[in-house]
């Protein structure tokens, strides 16, 4: 079974930062693309940010733009988002999941148009409370 494991969430005060970690077990997370997502209470899950499998290609939901940055590091089989500026509507549930490239799909995955379609992801992981609050 692929697993993803989400880990670097908590309580912080607004303008403050965290960064978010995503592990792999079992298989190596640079043949996939990558996804952020978050779901706050009430509300719809939503991509936040995705890497490409390539690595060539990122991007951010207009929300977070210029605040939060996705990352690979290859050799630690760990993708990171990190997260700056945070305000209170930055609260939710944090989630990373993984996609198989293929080649029809790898343009809801990541692109210049969409932050990963997340019933295009194929694995993820159980997810990571963020909560930004004074």
């Known amino acids: 079974q692929l697993q993803l494991v989400e880990s670097g969430g908590g309580l912080v005060q607004p303008g403050g930062s965290l960064r978010l970690s995503c592990a792999a077990s079992e298989f190596t997370l640079d043949h996939y693309a990558i996804g952020w997502f978050r779901q706050a209470p009430g509300k719809e899950r939503e991509g936040v940010s995705c890497i490409s499998s390539s690595g060539g290609s990122t991007n951010y939901a207009d929300s977070v733009k210029g605040r939060f940055t996705i990352s690979r590091d290859n050799a630690k089989n760990t993708v990171y988002l990190q997260m700056n500026s945070l305000k209170p509507e930055d609260t939710a549930v944090y989630y990373c999941?993984?996609?198989?490239?293929?080649?029809?799909?790898?343009?809801?995955?990541?692109?210049?148009?969409?932050?990963?379609?997340?019933?295009?992801?194929?694995?993820w992981g159980q997810g990571t409370q963020v909560t930004v609050s004074s």
């Open positions: 999941a993984a996609a198989v490239p293929l080649p029809e799909l790898q343009f809801y995955h990541c692109s210049d148009y969409y932050v990963g379609v997340a019933r295009t992801y194929d694995h």
